[in-house]
């Protein structure tokens, strides 16, 4: 994929990253587009360049990778590569989740940490960026078999975390369950109880709404949007891909706000159901029997179950929220989008949509919330979950709720600010790039270089 830079220092650091990182193709593709964006700004800072802020902001502090060896139910010894990579910390500890999935390599990590600095910037709160997790699939295993497995990954991350440096989190692949057994050995290990992770069950220090944080604050995050061009969901029709933790409360919350679901999948394939999927249904398949989204058709036979998940974007809609995983809505997706009628795309998962795709939305003026900004609800609850483990107390759930709606508003209006100064008006890409950026670069410049 080309990204086209006119400014020489940022097309020098790319083409470094380039060199340096020539089999990380999810990495390049983030930090293409995040360099692209970032043009006007470097062009009217002169000490960006000076300081060396882009050139370090490409580089993660620390990578580590490690070995996870544990024993499978049939006492076979089994052998998983993990990952933890702290990407920024200018701006406080790092944070990140961590994703357990056959796919996750060193540049699917990398790329997840570099758009987590400018997506915890975003929030307001003071968390640094960082990624991580294992090529481990949790799919068909027995719950012995993912504690032994977490156990055994956080007895090599222990030594590398911590409630001040480093706060890993949920991803893909690692919920309530997994969040369980990894504070569990941390804690047995450390000897100590602290904010180490968030996602924690509310038993043991976990935060009221972390669960839905996500999916309500990506409809939040797109209904001021569709505010701001005089639409809502109101009467929409609305296809969510997954149907996961992101898109099951998306789905509540696109209901709750006046929106019809009609289609959702997994990486099977997707179903159709022009009545609106409840989500408790969803949650009933997903978080309870853990089964494939085809199970729906026995809760409502009427409904239809199509094999292969890339089709979900033919579906009409006049609103399409991709929950997923990354580059899983191409071009050809969002043709069929556009095609349709669909006016508004607001990203739930991290780098669903391709370049192309987005190039796409762009040109035919479609409304676009990019992931670092709309999918940012969820740190931002893991960061009120910090704090109230720093100050040992909980808030309500109306509490949390309200503060992330005001935090997802600001996200909106700061990145819709930054766009039109920087003379690019209603494009969020650049916006959300731009406005995340800044208070991270002015973080570098303060702290200074270390010789
Ligand atoms: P879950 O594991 O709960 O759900 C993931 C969903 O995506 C499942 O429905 C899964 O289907 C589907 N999926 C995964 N890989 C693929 C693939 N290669 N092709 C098609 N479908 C796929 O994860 P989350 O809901 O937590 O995360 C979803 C996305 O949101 C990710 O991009 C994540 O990084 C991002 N995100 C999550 C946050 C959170 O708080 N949880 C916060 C911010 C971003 P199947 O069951 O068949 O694998």
């Not at 968030?198 to 309500?216: P, Q, V």
């Not at 569709?226 to 992101?246: T, Y």
């Not at 609850?381 to 309200?402: A, I, K, P």
């Not at 930054?418 to 002015?442: H, Q, R, S, W």
Request: glycine share 12%; aromatic share 10%; proline share 4%.
């Amino acid at each position: 994929m080309a990204f086209t830079f006119t400014n020489s220092y940022l097309q020098g650091v790319y083409e470094n990253v380039c060199k340096k990182n020539s089999h990380e193709p999810e990495y390049l593709q983030a930090v293409g587009e995040v360099l692209e964006s970032l043009q006007p700004v470097v062009e009217q800072r002169p000490k960006l360049a000076k300081c060396g802020v882009i050139d370090r902001i490409v580089e993660p502090e620390r990578s580590l990778l490690f070995r996870i060896s544990w024993v499978d139910d049939q006492g076979q010894v089994q052998v998983n590569r993990g990952y933890r990579v702290q990407f920024n910390t200018a701006i406080g500890p790092s944070k990140g989740g961590l994703r357990f999935h056959p796919s996750v390599n060193l540049s699917i990590i990398k790329f997840l940490g570099f758009e987590q600095i400018f997506k915890n910037s975003l929030t307001g709160l003071p968390m640094g960026g960082g990624k991580g997790g294992a090529d481990f699939d949790p799919k068909g295993k027995s719950d012995n078999e993912v504690m032994r497995f977490c156990q055994s990954f956080m007895t090599e991350l222990q030594r590398h975390i911590g409630p001040d440096t480093d706060v890993p989190a949920g991803d893909i692949g690692v919920g309530a369950r997994e969040i369980g057994y990894l504070f569990g050995q941390y804690k047995r290990l450390r000897n100590e109880f602290t904010g180490v992770l968030t996602g924690k069950g509310l038993t043991y220090g976990g935060s009221l709404a972390r669960t839905e944080a996500t999916g309500y604050g990506l409809c939040y995050f797109a209904d001021e949007m569709l505010k701001a061009a005089g639409k809502s969901f109101q009467g929409q029709d609305v296809v969510i891909s997954g149907s996961g933790n992101v898109a099951i409360y998306a789905n509540q919350k696109a209901t709750q706000l006046g929106g019809r679901v009609v289609a959702m999948s997994d990486s099977n394939g997707y179903i159709y159901d022009p009545n609106g999927i409840d989500y408790k249904v969803m949650q009933e398949i997903k978080e309870v029997k853990r089964a494939r989204i085809s199970t729906y058709l026995e809760y409502v036979p009427g409904a239809k179950y199509v094999e292969g998940c890339r089709g979900i974007w033919t579906v009409p809609c006049g609103i399409a929220l991709p929950c997923a995983t990354q580059n899983e809505l191409d071009l050809e997706g969002a043709q069929a989008l556009v095609k349709n009628g669909c006016f508004a795309v607001a990203e739930g998962a991290n780098m669903p949509s391709t370049p192309e795709a987005v190039a796409c939305f762009q040109e035919h003026k479609l409304l676009f919330a990019p992931a670092k900004a709309s999918n940012a609800g969820g740190v931002a609850t893991s960061g009120l979950e910090m704090s109230q483990n720093s100050m040992r107390l909980s808030w309500t759930f109306e509490e949390v709720d309200e503060k992330l709606h005001g935090i997802m508003r600001n996200i909106y209006h700061n990145a819709a600010k930054a766009a039109e100064e920087y003379g690019m008006p209603g494009n969020l890409v650049a916006g959300a790039n731009i406005a995340g950026f800044m208070k991270v670069a002015d973080a570098m410049i303060w702290q200074g270089v270390s010789y």
